[in-house]
């Protein structure tokens, strides 16, 4: 078993920034793929960003893209998502994920962005961006 516990939301005015943290526990070896997912009310789910074991490979969403920046830390099992120039449409609830006991089977944006190949959720933590 994984458990995800995210932390660094908040209220930030546009053009703010904020970083999230997620550090995974409950292992003794860093999961394979961790991301980040946001939902905004009324709406659904939404992939953000994701980044490999290695840390090698990270895939971002259109609307993040050049703004946000996935990092992790294996020695901590530790995920960030560091997020530049908020706007109104990031407000959402945020939440990590990680795909862990289970083999990866693609590299592709497609794989990574699909929510059905993480098997660990966080909680989730609030976002607010003021305009």
């Known amino acids: 078993q994984v458990q995800l516990g995210e932390s660094g939301g908040g209220l930030v005015q546009a053009g703010g920034s904020l970083s999230l943290s997620c550090a995974a526990s409950?292992?003794?070896?860093?999961?394979?793929?961790m991301g980040w997912f946001r939902q905004a009310p009324g709406k659904e789910r939404e992939f953000v960003a994701a980044?490999?074991?290695?840390?090698?490979?990270?895939y971002y969403a259109d609307s993040v893209k050049g703004r946000f920046t996935i990092s992790r830390d294996n020695a901590k099992n530790t995920v960030y998502l560091q997020m530049n120039a908020l706007t109104p449409e990031d407000t959402a609830v945020y939440y990590c994920?990680?795909?862990?006991?289970?083999?990866?089977?693609?590299?592709?944006?497609?794989?990574?962005?699909?929510?059905?190949?993480?098997?660990?959720w966080g909680q989730g933590t609030q976002v607010t961006v003021s305009s």
């Open positions: 994920a990680a795909r862990a006991d289970l083999p990866v089977y693609s590299n592709t944006y497609s794989y990574y962005a699909n929510q059905a190949q993480y098997n660990y």
């Open positions: 409950g292992r003794t070896s860093s999961p394979y793929i």
């Open positions: 980044i490999s074991r290695s840390g090698s490979r990270t």
